[in-house]
């Protein structure tokens, strides 16, 4: 007898080690232990694991061409640098490599936008927007019914209905009460020891259902935040030239090349999508600019080349996030800051400041689909940023809240909020959650301004772009593969006076 048979007669005393195939061989196989089998799942698994359960509920059909665009090289756009003042030669070698002006486009496209009929369009897409909230709602159920019955399982067996935490608030809106509170019917204080230690990965999900808009009488689903009627007429950002390679072209741009003359880079490339936040911004001449989320500089870097700002101030919480945006600056605009430029340092979840600004720019931290689920490297689906990556929300409303603090309050003055990702949650989720905290009045988000500002790049084959509740979703595209990005516009319109206007009426 062969050792090796030994081997085989010794598994055979194992009779909980058995496994057969075809009937005749004999195999040893151990099913790992949770625990070891949660170690061998990579970062960028569990990020995909995530999207693959979330995403495909909330998008359905067209999660297959989200994910495999994310799952894809992404498409770039390069912005010569006007700071070389050779922006006509640094264009016509871009031109050569078959890539296209976008900017020019751009203004032959956006003369086709009908604003009547886009409007009519977002408007029968409530129904769509509806749809929605109603599937978050319906997963952020699942997911608490799950975690009862993964967290509580040795909790004594009385059956438990999901209906029983859904409750009626006074203005008629669904809201769901914390898993916390529903499982002390269940468990003893002793299995909750520590509880307060941990998030629970339904409370992501929960607070997109707790934003909710209340329902009106007629039992309709109000966006009293949303003025479809009024309309911003966006420019494309003067100065810039952005130039791309046409949608199903995947060439790619080569490095940059020092100008001979000034040293400075010649082009910047960038996710194309980048440039929806400096469209939103609408930047004017003697605008001034705070960017509360700077790093690493790319959008910050896109805004100076307008010429635009009398002030720019930059912030971010990490140093070395701010020291690549100081490096950039170098790159692409000089050895020397310029004298309207600012640094700054400080947590954007609180403006410190008095001074007002006409435009605010809170580009958030987010989960940042493409990175996290292509990039291992400090992934924030790591075990060890659990807590980081469940509070994203939470940051994100208060980051807003800072932002729309430090917006002046003038007619036209915009803020600007933007994130790399698809989720519903960090996007109108974050932005519904800040318009309902923020004591200022006077705030509107210009959705048909935005819309109508990126549709010509739509028309043009470069984005893929759908309407959400508050904002607009650039989505990711194997053939035009920019994004993903969702920005919203809000405005201030001064509130008006009552007692004025019922005068002016009364005179006319």
Same mark, same amino acid.
């Given at each position: 007898?062969?050792?090796?048979?030994?081997?085989?007669?010794?598994?055979?005393?194992?009779?909980?080690?058995?496994?057969?195939?075809?009937?005749?061989?004999?195999?040893?196989?151990?099913?790992?232990?949770?625990?070891?089998?949660?170690?061998?799942?990579?970062?960028?698994?569990?990020?995909?694991?995530?999207?693959?359960?979330?995403?495909?509920?909330?998008?359905?059909?067209?999660?297959?061409?989200?994910?495999?665009?994310?799952?894809?090289?992404?498409?770039?756009?390069?912005?010569? !640098?006007?700071?070389?003042?050779?922006?006509?030669?640094?264009?016509?070698?871009?031109?050569?490599?078959?890539?296209?002006?976008?900017?020019?486009?751009?203004?032959?496209?956006?003369?086709?936008?009908?604003?009547?009929?886009?409007?009519?369009?977002?408007?029968?897409?409530?129904?769509?927007?509806?749809?929605?909230?109603?599937?978050?709602?319906?997963?952020?159920?699942?997911?608490?019914?799950?975690?009862?019955?993964?967290?509580?399982? !040795?909790?004594?067996?009385?059956?438990?209905?999901?209906?029983?935490?859904?409750?009626?608030?006074?203005?008629?809106?669904?809201?769901?009460?914390?898993?916390?509170?529903?499982?002390?019917?269940?468990? &003893?204080?002793?299995? +909750?020891?520590?509880?307060?230690?941990?998030?629970?990965?339904?409370?992501? =999900?929960?607070?997109?259902?707790?934003?909710?808009?209340?329902?009106?009488?007629?039992?309709? &689903?109000?966006?009293?935040?949303?003025?479809?009627?009024?309309?911003?007429?966006?420019?494309?950002?003067?100065? +810039?030239?952005?130039?791309?390679?046409?949608?199903?072209?995947?060439?790619?741009?080569?490095?940059?090349?020092?100008?001979?003359?000034?040293?400075?880079?010649?082009?910047?490339?960038?996710?194309?999508?980048?440039?929806?936040?400096?469209?939103?911004?609408?930047?004017?001449?003697?605008?001034?600019?705070?960017?509360?989320?700077?790093?690493?500089?790319?959008?910050?870097?896109?805004? =100076?080349?307008?010429?635009?700002?009398?002030?720019?101030?930059?912030?971010?919480?990490?140093?070395?996030?701010?020291?690549?945006?100081?490096?950039?600056?170098?790159?692409?605009?000089?050895?020397?800051?310029?004298?309207?430029? $600012?640094?700054?340092?400080?947590?954007?979840?609180? =403006?410190?400041?008095?001074?007002?600004?006409?435009?605010?720019?809170?580009?958030?931290?987010?989960?940042? #689909?493409?990175?996290?689920? &292509?990039?291992?490297?400090?992934?924030?689906?790591?075990?060890?940023?659990?807590?980081?990556?469940?509070?994203? *929300?939470?940051?994100?409303?208060?980051?807003?809240?800072?932002?729309?603090?430090?917006?002046?309050?003038?007619?036209?003055?915009?803020?600007?909020?933007?994130?790399?990702?698809?989720?519903?949650?960090?996007?109108?989720?974050?932005?519904?959650?800040?318009?309902?905290?923020?004591?200022? #009045?006077?705030?509107?988000?210009?959705?048909?301004?935005?819309? &109508?500002? +990126?549709?010509?790049?739509?028309?043009?084959?470069?984005?893929?772009?759908?309407?959400?509740?508050?904002?607009?979703?650039?989505?990711?595209?194997?053939?035009?593969?920019?994004?993903?990005?969702? *920005?919203?516009?809000?405005?201030?319109?001064?509130?008006?006076?009552?007692?004025?206007?019922?005068?002016?009426? $009364?005179? $006319?």
């Amino acid at each position: 007898m062969s050792l090796k048979f030994k081997s085989g007669l010794n598994t055979l005393m194992n009779p909980v080690s058995i496994r057969y195939f075809h009937g005749c061989s004999i195999s040893y196989a151990k099913k790992l232990h949770w625990a070891k089998e949660a170690v061998k799942k990579s970062h960028v698994d569990r990020a995909l694991e995530h999207y693959d359960d979330f995403y495909a509920s909330v998008f359905k059909n067209r999660w297959p061409s989200f994910r495999l665009g994310l799952l894809s090289s992404p498409k770039y756009v390069a912005v010569p !640098n006007v700071f070389t003042n050779s922006v006509d030669q640094i264009s016509e070698s871009l031109e050569d490599l078959g890539a296209y002006n976008l900017a020019s486009i751009w203004t032959a496209q956006s003369s086709q936008i009908e604003r009547d009929l886009e409007e009519m369009k977002l408007q029968q897409d409530m129904e769509g927007v509806s749809k929605l909230d109603q599937t978050l709602e319906k997963i952020a159920l699942t997911k608490q019914a799950e975690e009862m019955d993964t967290l509580y399982h !040795n909790a004594p067996r009385q059956k438990m209905h999901i209906e029983s935490y859904v409750t009626e608030d006074t203005a008629g809106s669904r809201v769901l009460k914390d898993i916390r509170e529903a499982s002390q019917e269940h468990v &003893t204080e002793t299995r +909750l020891k520590g509880a307060d230690d941990f998030l629970l990965e339904s409370e992501y =999900y929960t607070f997109y259902a707790n934003q909710l808009n209340p329902r009106n009488h007629a039992g309709q &689903t109000e966006f009293p935040y949303t003025k479809i009627s009024n309309f911003t007429k966006l420019k494309f950002p003067p100065l +810039l030239r952005p130039y791309a390679f046409e949608a199903g072209n995947t060439n790619t741009f080569p490095g940059a090349a020092r100008h001979t003359f000034s040293g400075l880079r010649e082009f910047i490339c960038i996710n194309g999508a980048s440039l929806a936040p400096i469209i939103a911004l609408d930047l004017k001449p003697d605008i001034t600019l705070l960017d509360l989320c700077s790093g690493p500089g790319t959008k910050s870097l896109l805004s =100076y080349m307008t010429t635009c700002p009398l002030l720019m101030t930059c912030n971010d919480v990490e140093s070395g996030r701010l020291y690549r945006v100081k490096n950039m600056f170098k790159e692409f605009i000089g050895p020397d800051l310029p004298n309207n430029i $600012e640094l700054v340092r400080f947590n954007a979840t609180n =403006y410190p400041g008095t001074f007002k600004y006409t435009r605010v720019l809170a580009d958030v931290p987010c989960l940042s #689909d493409r990175i996290s689920c &292509t990039m291992p490297d400090n992934n924030i689906f790591k075990p060890t940023r659990i807590k980081e990556r469940l509070g994203l *929300v939470n940051v994100q409303k208060d980051i807003l809240l800072s932002a729309l603090n430090a917006l002046a309050p003038e007619e036209g003055s915009s803020c600007v909020y933007s994130t790399c990702t698809l989720s519903p949650i960090e996007n109108d989720g974050a932005v519904s959650a800040a318009l309902r905290e923020t004591p200022i #009045d006077g705030l509107e988000v210009d959705l048909l301004g935005l819309w &109508t500002a +990126l549709k010509p790049l739509q028309q043009a084959g470069f984005f893929h772009i759908s309407r959400t509740k508050f904002g607009v979703l650039i989505e990711p595209n194997i053939v035009s593969n920019f994004g993903p990005m969702y *920005v919203c516009r809000i405005v201030y319109q001064p509130p008006k006076n009552s007692n004025t206007d019922a005068v002016l009426s $009364e005179l $006319e």
